[in-house]
């Protein structure tokens, strides 16, 4: 989109406001909202400005009070919208526009921090091989009903039928219609967006569904997936209940997965490099593979990237545990589905819903490119259950977050800079964790130590 046609998209839909969006380390909208007259004068002067700590902030909203990867001197950095992704916002009444900015210091330096940066980053290493990756994710959330005490557990939220689910009803067709008035304000909302969402299912857990994504370009998918994690909430509490994309919000119910299907196009030919002449797996795909088993574990903090993401990750829960691979296997991390070869592609199924598409993309890519660059040959597919292998994945995140800090390789890829501020912000959130006592403890060490 022009300059000029932006402008006109202001004028034509009579914006009252206009959202400027970035996304934070765990893929929290931050920004700010203008008067469109404000909007168009302020992001060609370099006005749309937030300190360069919006991307130091912690899940509950604290700056990192001890860090080295932003300036000590509290620096503007400044926002600019990339004009293809304005929107309309539809929950609001007024015409209200949304647009994704990238974040660029005062001297027009990118700020390798941002994690819309580091997708980018990782997709130029592709783009400058003369590759061109693809991703589709698959997204699962669980509707609940409201909650306004942390100290109790979640409820399944009550649909149609006026009854809470007593157990899961995976791919049970009833079951997704019985939410259907929110699912249709959510496929509404998403049309107005433009958000390419595809199929939707009941997963296995008491009012948790999944939307597919159909693929694309990662950061075009990545912005859609940000936008979509509001959309989803925004229409849940229309119709007063929560969704929530925690990886596992239930005690004895599965988790939330983002499983994400990548595979690499050749930039002039358009065709699959993951795929043979001869029609059969390429070199490259098995190395794109042992790339992924040999880093998986280091990136896995940005693919389970909070301290309750690790509840999901528990064998015999429909969530991998190792880093095997297997074609046409749901028990193993890296699962590639059975398909023509114009459509060869690995799934990696390790990453939360919790976790920001942007680092999740370019983790999961960043792991296929070493391999591929390395050379890595993966080890040989297994049959059967994964499951009865060793937990080899991290099974903490501060265990994760040393895997990710000893890795040398993976660092270089996504940026060292970005990597020591995204180990501060979390290692200050398991500080601010540790301090909590949960109601475990009250139960059972309360009378009996």
């Known amino acids: ?36 007259k404000k909007f168009l004068s302020g992001h060609k002067s370099k006005g749309l400005r937030v300190p360069e700590e919006v991307f130091t902030l912690t899940i ?15 620096i503007d950095i400044y926002m600019q919208p990339d004009v293809d992704t304005i929107r309309i916002v539809p929950w609001y009444t007024e015409p209200t526009a949304q647009v994704i ?34 991703v589709a994710p698959e997204l699962e959330f669980y509707l609940v009903k409201k909650n306004f005490d942390p100290d109790y557990p979640l409820e399944a939220a009550v649909g149609r039928s006026g009854r809470k689910e007593s157990g899961g009803q995976a791919y049970g067709i009833d079951a997704a219609n019985d939410f259907d008035p929110i699912v249709e304000d959510i ?52 119709h007063d209940v929560y969704a929530t994309f925690m990886a596992k919000p239930h005690e004895n119910e599965p988790g939330s997965s983002m499983h994400i299907h990548q595979s690499v196009m050749d930039s002039k030919t358009g065709k699959n490099i993951f795929t043979g002449k001869d029609g059969q797996p390429s070199k490259l ?59 060869l592609r690995v799934e990696n199924r390790v990453g939360g819903a919790d976790s920001n598409p942007y680092l999740a993309f370019a983790a999961s890519l960043a792991c296929g490119y070493l391999g591929m660059m390395e050379k890595i040959k993966p080890s040989e597919p297994v049959t059967g259950s994964a499951y009865r ?12 977050l040393d895997k990710l800090n000893y890795n040398k390789p ?11 501020a995204y180990q501060d ?4 959130e398991m500080q601010h964790y540790r301090k909590v006592i949960s109601s475990w403890e009250r139960e059972f060490l309360l009378l009996n130590v």
């Open 285 to 343: 795909f098995l190395n794109h593979i042992g790339g992924l088993q040999r880093y998986l574990a280091g990136a896995l903090p940005l693919l389970a990237p909070n301290v309750n993401s690790y509840r999901r990750l528990v064998p015999e829960s429909d969530a991998p545990t190792n880093v095997h691979w297997a074609t046409d296997n749901r028990t193993v991390s890296l699962r590639v589905p059975a398909s023509d070869p114009a459509n």
């Open 1 to 36: 989109m022009s300059q000029a046609k932006f402008e006109e998209y202001i004028s034509s839909n009579r914006i009252s406001e206009v959202e400027c969006l970035v996304a934070d380390m765990s893929g929290t909208a931050r920004g700010k909202i203008l008067p469109p």
């Open 60 to 74: 509950n909203g604290r700056f990192v009070s001890d860090t080295n990867a932003v300036s000590d001197s509290a």
């Open 187 to 238: 496929y509404d909302w998403c049309e107005a967006q433009e958000l390419d969402v595809d199929t939707l299912s009941h997963e296995a857990g008491p009012a948790q569904l999944e939307i597919n994504f159909n693929h694309g370009d990662p950061l075009e998918l990545a912005d859609q997936v940000f936008l979509f994690k509001r959309t989803v909430r925004q229409a849940a509490l229309k």
């Open 410 to 420: 993976l660092k270089q890829v996504l940026g060292e800079q970005f990597v020591e």
């Open 389 to 400: 292998y060793a937990h080899t994945l991290p099974i903490s995140l501060d265990e994760a």
């Open 425 to 428: 912000v979390k290692f200050q």
């Open 101 to 134: 900015c990238d974040a660029f210091h005062l001297n027009h330096d990118p700020v390798t921090i941002s994690p819309r940066h580091v997708l980018q980053r990782v997709l130029q290493l592709y783009k400058d091989k003369g590759w061109r990756p693809v």
